[in-house]
């Protein structure tokens, strides 16, 4: 069973950091999937805000946390990451991870933007993200 674990979430003041962690457990890939990070604010759509390729290559952004975000995994590890800085109140949200099934890498930037076209996605329980200004 897959299962994906979010945690380091909570308060920054606008400007500061957060850095958000993903255990990934149960999943094993044949060719590889796409790993991502989304979130969801009050009264929005969830929305894609990084995604990679399992086994590497392209890292894409949405275009919000262009130059403030930087997503990596650790494959010894089985964790994703999303080191946040430059912190705004528009990035208040619940923040999610997600693993998509088998797909190929030039899915990804796709699949982050419209996950729900694709089947066999497994999401975490999310971590909430509170930016004060």
């Known amino acids: 069973q897959v299962q994906l674990v979010e945690s380091g979430g909570g308060s920054a003041q606008a400007g500061g950091s957060l850095r958000l962690s993903c255990a990934v457990s149960g999943l094993t890939y044949g060719s590889g999937g796409c790993m991502g990070w989304f979130r969801q604010a009050p009264g929005k759509e969830r929305e894609g805000v990084a995604a990679l390729f399992s086994t590497g290559g392209s890292t894409y952004y949405a275009d919000s946390v262009k130059g403030r975000f930087t997503m990596s995994q650790d494959n010894a590890k089985n964790t994703l990451a999303l080191q946040m800085d430059s912190l705004k109140p528009e990035d208040t949200a619940m923040y999610y991870c997600?693993?998509?099934?088998?797909?190929?890498?030039?899915?990804?930037?796709?699949?982050?933007?419209?996950?729900?076209?694709?089947?066999?996605?497994?999401w975490g329980q999310g971590t909430q993200v509170t930016v004060f200004s």
């Open positions: 997600a693993a998509s099934g088998e797909l190929a890498d030039r899915y990804c930037g796709n699949w982050y933007v419209f996950p729900l076209r694709y089947l066999g996605n497994v």
